[in-house]
Each structure stands twice: as C-alpha cells, then as structure tokens.
C-alpha cells in the first residue's frame, strides 16, 4: 500500500495532468467517475471509467488510466502511458468480420489523430465475443460485444496537453458503442456530474 499523498507533493507534471482529468469536458453521453488507480504499476496513477448511455440504457462502457513514473519507463519510451478498456454490445453478425479487430484498433488511432493527440509506443488487442443461450435459457436473444484494451504514450509538455487525449478516449467509447461523432464545430459542454476527486497515492 502506498501513502496518501498531498496534491502539493505530487510532481508537477502529473498534478497538471490530474487537473486536466478532473476538469474535463464530456459528451452527454457518458457517465464519467474518478476511481481508484492501480497501486503496483507505477509509482502515481489516477483511473475514471464511464458508462456510454443512449436513450436512457447503458450501450457501451470503459476506464482509463493515466500512469506516471518520473524516471521514465523504457517500455514507454517516455514517462506517461494511457491505458484503456473499452467494451460495447454490437450487432451478433459484427463479430464474424474477419476486418472487425482491425477496424476496431483503427478507432482507437483515428481518434487519437482527429485530436490532435501526439501519441507513441501504441499496443493492444481487439477481441469480439459471441454467445447464444441453451436449455432453460435458450429464450434468451444471441448477445455479442467488442472489447477493445490498449495503452499509449502521451506526448505532454511537462504534464500538459492530455485534454486531447481524453477527447480521443470519449470518443473512442462512443465509436465503440455505436454512436455518432459529434458534428463539427461542436464542442462537447461541461458535464453537470465531474469525477469527483479522490486522495491520490504514490505507491
């Protein structure tokens, strides 16, 4: 377990990019909650997760973590890594084409590119899953979902800039669970319901 920590103490850079999270603006459609980050990967990290809504009805879901070591991480190459999960009920017919794990990734790329988002060191894995129901459960409809997990390096100036990467995080939660891109020119507003901040740890 590592200390609580106060956020005068936390490195510049990631205190800037904390501030960046926590004042971010979201699309209507997503449902974004502060939870607690991952102790043992890296010595500061701060984790949101979102539902994806439509019509009232849960469509799609995701979390994303923001991880900061100050001496850098040779698998990074750099001293920040997004890392994401990405899941969405789709069409049971999408999970048999054979192009689905490579559009799927492409989401994840283009949108990082649509904002702007300088970004390295790119991995994941896109995995469909079908299933349909037996016996006494044999009434219920065939469900079939994309999950989509990857982490990135972010190119931030001294902390600063991940607001594009989270605008390239929302949409790709929205791609993957079938909504529209919003029109250009518009900017998503304010949400009513920020992640409400949580006392950081250094591990």
Do not use: Y
Not at 7 to 27: I, N, Y
């Amino acid at each position: 377990m590592g200390a609580k920590t106060e956020p005068a103490s936390l490195p510049a850079p990631f205190g800037r990019a904390v501030q960046d999270l926590r004042a971010a603006s979201w699309r209507p459609e997503l449902v974004v909650t502060e939870i607690g980050a991952p102790q043992r990967i890296a010595p500061f990290a701060v984790a949101i997760t979102a539902d994806v809504l439509s019509g009232g009805e849960e469509v799609g879901s995701g979390r994303l973590v923001l991880l900061h070591d100050p001496a850098g991480n040779p698998a990074w190459d750099g001293t920040f890594r997004c890392v994401t999960f990405a899941r969405a009920d789709v069409d049971p017919e999408m999970v048999t084409d054979p192009l689905l794990a490579k559009v799927g990734w492409s989401w994840l790329i283009d949108a990082l590119q649509a904002h702007q988002a300088e970004f390295g060191a790119p991995s994941g894995t896109v995995t469909s899953v079908h299933s349909e129901s037996f016996g006494g459960m044999e009434d219920e409809p065939a469900r079939a979902e994309v999950e989509i997990r990857a982490s990135w390096t972010p190119q931030l100036d001294d902390g600063a800039g991940l607001s594009r990467h989270l605008a390239a995080w929302s949409e790709l939660l929205c791609t993957t669970a079938g909504l529209p891109p919003l029109p250009a020119g518009v900017v998503p507003i304010p949400s009513r319901r920020k992640p409400q901040n949580r006392p950081l740890r250094r591990r």
